[in-house]
C-alpha cells in the first residue's frame, strides 16, 4: 500500500517540509534508503546519512536544524523514534491481518474455533481445543488437545502446545517454541538408575506474554508453570517446571531457570544467566549477562551482575582488586624473600 507524505504527517501530527504529495511505500534505515521509502532519524550519530539518503520521506525531531540541503521530505514530529515505532505497528498490523483456513490441516470435530481466526497450512488442532476469536495459526503448528489459544493471539510457523496448555489473550509465540514439555523431573533409585516423575500440570501464559524463538518452558510437575501478564522471554531461553515469572519481566537469550524458581515483576534479566531451582527473586530485580543466581533475592530493586552474582559495585571493586592481583602477587613474593633473608641472619 502506498501512502502520501501528508497523510503519514496527519497520522502521526507532524508538520511536512517538502512535497506533501509524495508517496511511499516501505520503510528502511536512514542509511539504506531507497526511493519510495520513509525512514527516521532520532540519533544525532546518524545525521550525516540524512543528507546522502535515497528514501524519500525521513522523519525529524520538530528542533533538528539541517546544516546543509536535503533531497528527502521532511516530516517533522515530536519524537522521530516513537513515531517511526508507530508506523512500524501498523505495517505488522497491516501484514498480520490474515483470516480463513489453508489445506491441507486437520482440525478435531471437537475444537472450537473462533470467528476471524487464522489456520495456516498443515496446522494440527486437538480434539476440546480451543482457539480465540482473531488467533492466528501459523503453517505447520502443532495444538495438543485440551489445549486454549486466547483472542488475538499468535503462534507462529512450528510452534508446539502440548495438551492442556493455556495461553492468554493477546499472546506472541515465535517460530520453534515449545510450551508443555514434560519437566526435566527424575527420581534417583537405589540401583542408581534415574526413575521419570509424571509431570502432570500445565503451563499458563497470562495475557500479552510474548515468547522468542526456539524457547522451551516446560510444563509442571503438578499445578502450573505460570508466566504472567506481560512477561517477554526472549529466543532460546529454558524455563524449567514450577518456575513463575511475574508480570512485565524481561529474560535474555539463553538464560536458563531451574525448577520452582520465582522471578518477581518488573525484573530485567541479562542473557546467559542460570538460576539454581527453589529461588524468589524480588522485584525490579536487574540481573547482567552471564551472572550466576545460587540465593535468594530478597531486597527489591538490586542490581547484581557476577557468578556468584553479587550487587554491582561490590562485584566492580572485585574486578578492580583481579586486576591488582598479579602485582599484589609480586610484592607478597619480594616481601617473602626479605622475611627469608632476615631469618636467615
Known sequence: MKFTAEQIATLLGGIVEGEGNLEVSRLAKIEQGVPGAISFLANPKYIPYIYETDSSVVLVNKDFIPDKPIKATLIRVEDAYTSFTKLLEMAEGL???????EDPNFIHPSAEIGENTYIGAFVYIGEQAKIGKGAKIYPFTYIDSGVEIGEDSILKAGVKVLRNCIIGNRCILHAGVVIGSDGFGFAPQKDGQLKKIPQTGIVRLEDEVEI??????????LG???LKQGAKIDNLVQIAHNVEIGQHTAIASQTGISGSTKIGKYCLVGGQVGFVGHLSIADRTQIGGQSGISKNVESEGLILRGSPAQP????????AL????EAMYARIQ??????ANLSSQ
Open 322 to 325: 583481579l586486576k591488582q592481583l
Open 224 to 226: 502450573e508453570t505460570l
Open 312 to 319: 554491582i559495585r561490590e562485584q566492580l571493586r572485585t574486578e
Open 334 to 339: 619480594e616481601l617473602e624473600k626479605k622475611v
Open 212 to 221: 522468542g524463538a526456539n524457547t522451551c518452558i516446560d510444563r509442571a510437575t
Open 95 to 101: 501484514l498480520a491481518n490474515r483470516t480463513g483456513q
